[in-house]
């Protein structure tokens, strides 16, 4: 079964930082690029960065651009999304997803608030 | 970026009743790269329909997707009580992969 689970959100003050984290299983994570996408509360969908299957390309939303970093580890399945100078525009469910379409996680919590 | 927009904002309907969502684009979607989606509060989105059409593993015969080009179409043929979420479509065939904005789909 197919499964991408999120961590690491929580509440951080403003121009604060975050590091979320995607475990991915099930399937072979190694072929598969990556998106982040987040959702504030009560909004829409909003796609936020994606890396390839071998991080050679690598695109963020004008959004986050300068301030979010995406990485991943094909050795340990792992996703990544390093988010700094945070802002209360920031505040979004973060959701993993695989490829382009198709399995999205549960989502993690982020919250930027004084 | 492709803008899309999705019409209705809101449907209102009743169980049993068929429901057609659309879902414009500002530009053609490469090769049919449309995809449908449905939330409930709460929970994260749930595929229904990639490729425009194709409809996603283990989702009901009722969800049907159509169209081309800038215009496409979501159709419940039957509406269930469970069916009442909101639905949101996405073009992933030109980067940045964008989403409209989303129809809320209400009992009546």
């Known amino acids: 079964e197919v499964q991408v689970v999120e961590s690491g959100g929580g509440l951080v003050k403003p121009g604060g930082s975050l590091r979320l984290s995607c475990a991915a299983s099930g399937f072979t994570f190694s072929i598969y690029s990556m998106n982040w996408v987040r959702q504030a509360p009560g909004k829409g969908l909003e796609w936020v960065s994606s890396i390839s299957s071998s991080s050679t390309y690598i695109y963020y939303a004008d959004s986050v651009k300068g301030r979010f970093t995406i990485s991943r580890d094909n050795a340990k399945n792992s996703l990544y999304l390093q988010m700094n100078s945070l802002r209360a525009e920031d505040t979004a469910v973060y959701y993993c997803v695989r490829g382009n379409v198709g399995d999205w996680g549960q989502g993690t919590l982020v919250t930027v608030s004084s | 970026e492709i803008v899309l927009t999705q019409s209705p904002g809101t449907l209102s309907l009743s169980p049993g009743e068929r429901a057609t969502l659309s879902c414009r684009a500002g530009?053609?979607?490469?090769?049919?790269?449309l995809a449908w989606y449905q939330q409930k509060r709460g929970q994260a989105p749930r595929l229904l329909i990639y490729?425009?059409?194709s409809r996603a593993t283990g989702i009901p015969d009722r969800f049907s997707g159509s169209g081309s080009g800038t215009d496409f179409t979501l159709t419940i043929s039957r509406l269930e009580p469970e069916d009442f979420a909101v639905y949101y479509c996405?073009?992933?065939?030109?980067?940045?992969?964008?989403f409209g904005q989303g129809t809320r789909l209400e009992i009546k």
């Open positions: 996405q073009q992933y065939g030109s980067s940045p992969i964008t």
């Open positions: 530009q053609s979607v490469s090769s049919s790269y």
């Open positions: 490729g425009a059409s």
